[in-house]
């Protein structure tokens, strides 16, 4: 008897300490040769993040992004992946974000600003990024974009050490020529 309400609370609670507060909103459009990806992290700019930017600490949101063909009966393929980085950097001094995002390592224009609500919106959304190309993709095939999402410096703490705290959002397509 003790076993299995021993039993109940370890699975009860495994169910509560995996399922994450936040999740990211996933849209995929194939336009112009190319698959694009938007993204929106729900509940992502939480308070610790916000005080971990205000201290002057530079803080990162990064986007392991990935698509995959659609396996009937098996786990689904893994086609190509990128990895998106947005990051901030805030100056004590100047009272001024410098936002940065790198595309596989690649950056883009650094930009500076003082709108907190800019710097919400940089970190945890992108939008229409062309990050693969159609040419491995088939006519009439179903497929999905999987966007994982994880802050650094780490503001958030799962149970389970291989959780990482990452949340997790995926959308599906078929792909028509």
Known sequence: MKTAALLLVLVTGLGVVSAPDDRVLVQSL???GRVEVSFELQN???EDLRAAIRSGLPA???YEIELRRHVFIWFDRKLAGATVTASVQFDNLTRHHQLL???DGRGEEPQVTADEDQV???LTSGEHLPLFGTDLLEANVEYSV??????RPRVSWGFWPWARGAATGYA???FVR
């Open 30 to 32: 194939v336009r112009d």
């Open 44 to 46: 992502g700019f939480t």
């Open 60 to 62: 990162a949101i990064t």
């Open 101 to 103: 995002r790198t595309v």
């Open 120 to 122: 919400r919106r940089w």
């Open 146 to 151: 999987r966007v994982r999402a994880w802050t």
């Open 172 to 174: 599906r397509f078929t």
